[in-house]
Every structure is written in structure tokens, then in C-alpha cells.
């Protein structure tokens, strides 16, 4: 009995280590930091669900419509990067449970989609112009560098 917890005991370690060698991390380890990234997207879903049901905001210059839109704009960036970055950190772990919980908010850049549509209309009430292929791919390209400054220090 003695020799078989020892056993037990010798291969739960061995797995263990073979788990930290090859960069799986434990569910412990990974959740807060999907957590985080977690709380991030809501918090901005939360301001794009006020932004969805309100009127369009006036400006009365361009200028001001454009810093509105560059604002705007950042903060559908910042939520796609947290959507990717709890994916990433999630990743590391085997757990299945900690994976769902970070592919979740994968739906909230549906509701970024609805809000650039509605930033276009809103241009046009502000006597501007949206092109939204071009801003998709603006947002696109700037997600990957926003995700490097917000992802957590290992």
C-alpha cells in the first residue's frame, strides 16, 4: 500500500513537471489573468450598450466629431485586444472550463461591429463620412500592438 502511494506520488510529480516544461499552466494559475482581461471587455461592452441605445451625439466642428470617433475607436481596438488576450492567456492551461470562460466574450465584437455602423450613420449626421471597410481594417491592424501594451507580465 506504502509503495503504491509512493508511485502515485512520483508520477502525479513527474506529470506535474512535464506539464511546467511544456508551458501548460495550472487553471489556478491562468483565471485571474483571463479574469482580467475579462472584466476589461465588459466594462467597455457596458459603454458601447449605452453608445448602441442612444441618439447619435453632435459635434460642432469636424474636429471635434473626429476626436469623438478616434476615442471611439480605441476603445473597440481595446476590446478586441482583451477578447484576444483572454484567449491567449487561456491557452495556456489544459482546462476546459478556464478555455469556455474566455472564448465567451468572443460575441462582444459582434456588438463592436453594430456600434461602427452606427458610428456611420452618425457621421453623416455630423456632415462626415465613414467608411467602414477602411476603419475595420484601421482597427484590425492596431488590435495586435494594443495587445502587447495590455497583455500581464508573466
Known amino acids: ?14 506529470l506535474a513537471g512535464v506539464a511546467a516544461a511544456s508551458g501548460v499552466k495550472s487553471p489556478e494559475e ?74 465567451a466574450p468572443r460575441k462582444r465584437v459582434e456588438q463592436a461591429r453594430t456600434l461602427v455602423g452606427k458610428l456611420s450613420g452618425c457621421a453623416d449626421a455630423n456632415g462626415s463620412t465613414l467608411n467602414q471597410l477602411a476603419l475595420w481594417r484601421r482597427i484590425e491592424r492596431r488590435v495586435p500592438q494594443r495587445q502587447a501594451e495590455i497583455a500581464l507580465p508573466q
Open 1 to 14: 500500500m506504502a509503495r503504491a502511494l509512493v508511485v502515485v506520488a512520483a508520477l502525479t510529480f513527474t
Open 30 to 103: 491562468v483565471r485571474p489573468r483571463v479574469d482580467h482581461h475579462l472584466r476589461a471587455v465588459e466594462t467597455l461592452a457596458q459603454h458601447f450598450e449605452s453608445m448602441l441605445s442612444a441618439d447619435c451625439p453632435r459635434f460642432a466642428s469636424a474636429g471635434e466629431w473626429d476626436r469623438y470617433l478616434d476615442g471611439e475607436v480605441e476603445r473597440v481596438v481595446l476590446l478586441m485586444a482583451h477578447v484576444e488576450q483572454a484567449w491567449i492567456e487561456a491557452k495556456t492551461t489544459g482546462d476546459d472550463d478556464v478555455r469556455r470562460v474566455a472564448k
